[in-house]
């Protein structure tokens, strides 16, 4: 069975930084496409992140690029985007998700990320 | 970027009834390798998305046969051949063709 499981969200001021992960079981994440989607608060989905199987192409929304890196460890099975300069606009639910354009997308349950003084 | 535009926003539906949703692209995404990078999900409250089509057309493992998408270059279509109590939820159209991915905008179904 494929799970993704998102950890690292909470609480962080503006301007602060924060690390968020999602480890990966039943599938091996080299093979994988992965992304990062976030959901505001009553909002809808925006597409942020992206990495490629092997972690050596990423691209990013312009919402987030320079301040958002994504990163993936293979060896370890776990996709982790990096955040600084965090906004309160960044406010939201940061889902990760495999091969959004392909076959098997699988999704984590979501982290939610609040930016707040 | 490529914006994503849904139709209707709200969708009202009677059980045993079909839906269609509607999502154009303000651009082709149509790919250098022939493939159209149109995908559909489907969100329940408190949950987690769910996609439901991937290239147009192709139902992912597990979905209800109910469920069918269709279309091509800039208009794309979900149609549920008979909506069931579980349907309800908001259903998004996702292009990944082109950088930057895009969302539509969401269309809330619920029972009438």
């Known amino acids: 069975e494929v799970q993704l499981l998102d950890s690292g969200g909470g609480l962080v001021q503006p301007g602060g930084s924060l690390s968020i992960s999602c480890v990966v079981s039943?599938?091996?994440?080299?093979?994988?496409?992965m992304s990062w989607v976030r959901q505001a608060p009553g909002q809808g989905l925006e597409w942020l992140s992206t990495?490629?199987?092997?972690?050596?192409?990423?691209f990013y929304a312009d919402s987030v690029r320079g301040r958002f890196t994504i990163s993936k460890d293979n060896s370890r099975n776990t996709l982790h985007l990096r955040m600084n300069s965090l906004r309160p606009e960044d406010t939201a639910t940061y889902y990760c998700?495999?091969?959004?354009?392909?076959?098997?997308?699988?999704w984590g349950q979501g982290s939610l990320v609040t930016v707040s003084s | 970027e490529v914006v994503m535009t849904q139709s209707p926003l709200t969708l009202p539906v009677t059980l045993g009834q079909p839906a269609s949703i509607s999502c154009r692209s303000s651009q082709s995404l149509v790919f250098r390798d022939g493939d159209t990078y149109l995908n559909w999900f489907h969100q329940r409250p408190g949950q987690s998305p769910r996609r439901l089509i991937y290239?147009?057309?192709n139902r992912d493992s597990g979905v209800p046969d109910r469920f069918s998408g269709s279309g091509s270059g800039t208009d794309f279509t979900l149609k549920i051949s008979r909506v069931e109590a579980e349907d309800v939820g908001v259903y998004y159209c996702m292009q990944a063709t082109h950088w930057p991915h895009t969302f539509g905008q969401g269309t809330k179904v619920e029972i009438k």
């Open positions: 990495v490629s199987g092997p972690g050596t192409h990423t």
């Open positions: 039943g599938l091996t994440l080299s093979n994988y496409e």
């Open positions: 998700a495999t091969n959004l354009p392909y076959r098997e997308n699988f």
């Open positions: 290239k147009v057309s």
